[in-house]
């Protein structure tokens, strides 16, 4: 079975038992690891893999062939994307210091974009300039040398954004429990709706359960695709994406999703579909 799914330390965490043949009975995987603006595109264009890690945000253009699956993504509080300026920025702090300037994101179906266009129409007034897509760890170094005036980050950004001497303007995951009091949606896992997506499922949900019962049989497979990064930041990564919605979507997660997509279709974000496909 073909998979697609980040390089990032949750990823690597939730699917490494059935990576490595420990799921019983679940089938052998290929995978391609791939930043989350390229398996967008793949689930969009009707011609990935059989089971993908995308955003939530991309669900609108993907669910009349696949699938959400109700576990192995990733949802949570208190982790959503940042907006980051360099630290001479004047005004950091004020949102419209962005008005007419370029950002750079990291995929232009990204649940973090989405919550960034919802957040920026309440707050940047005559909105922003030019939109930058580039992979995710491209941009701080970006931001930094001044190539672009902010950046759109997401992941293990929150923990190293400081040390390349960036600040914080707004955190998106932040404005948007203030607003909903609901978990953030993130990432997805997805299948297409041709297989047994009951069992999909069920081997997804195994690797995660395999996945913190043997918290360290999995180290060395994360490190080796985290791009160098420091072991503490990637269990802090794992730590805070990682978790019950994990396991279980739940009511609250659902919840959730439901609220992303459908205040993204009536600003006109995305396009409208049936919310009842969500649940398999």
Not at 57 to 81: D, H, I, K, N, Q
């Amino acid at each position: 079975m073909k998979i697609a799914f980040s390089p990032c330390p949750n990823d690597t965490f939730v699917f490494h038992a059935w990576v490595h043949g420990l799921v019983p009975g679940a089938p052998k995987l290929e995978v391609t690891y791939a930043d989350i603006d390229i398996t967008n595109g793949l689930a969009a264009s009707g011609s990935g893999p059989e089971v993908l890690k995308v955003s939530y945000a991309a669900l609108p253009w993907v669910m009349s062939e696949y699938a959400l699956l109700p576990c192995g993504g990733a949802l949570g509080r208190g982790c959503g994307p940042l907006v980051l300026t360099r630290n001479n920025v004047s005004a950091a702090q004020d949102p419209a210091v962005l008005s007419g300037k370029k950002v750079a994101v990291p995929s232009e179906r990204s649940t973090a974009y989405l919550l960034f266009r919802l957040w920026a129409a309440q707050n940047v007034p005559g909105g922003v300039g030019e939109i930058i897509v580039m992979p995710f760890h491209e941009i701080m170094p970006a931001v930094r040398d001044g190539h672009i005036d902010a950046g759109l980050v997401i992941h293990e950004a929150r923990f190293t954004y400081p040390s390349y001497g960036l600040s914080l303007l707004t955190d998106l995951g932040s404005w948007w429990e203030s607003d909903t009091k609901l978990p953030i949606p993130l990432g997805a896992i997805i299948a297409r709706r041709s297989l047994d997506l009951a069992s999909i499922a069920a081997w997804t949900r195994a690797s995660v359960e395999y996945a913190w019962a043997h918290p360290d049989v999995s180290k060395e497979y994360i490190l080796s695709h985290a791009q160098e990064m420091d072991p503490d930041v990637a269990q802090a990564h794992i730590n805070l994406y990682v978790n019950e919605f994990t396991a279980n979507l739940g009511e609250d997660g659902y919840g959730a999703v439901y609220a992303l997509l459908s205040r993204a279709a009536q600003e006109g974000l995305v396009p409208e579909f049936d919310l009842a496909s969500l649940r398999l």
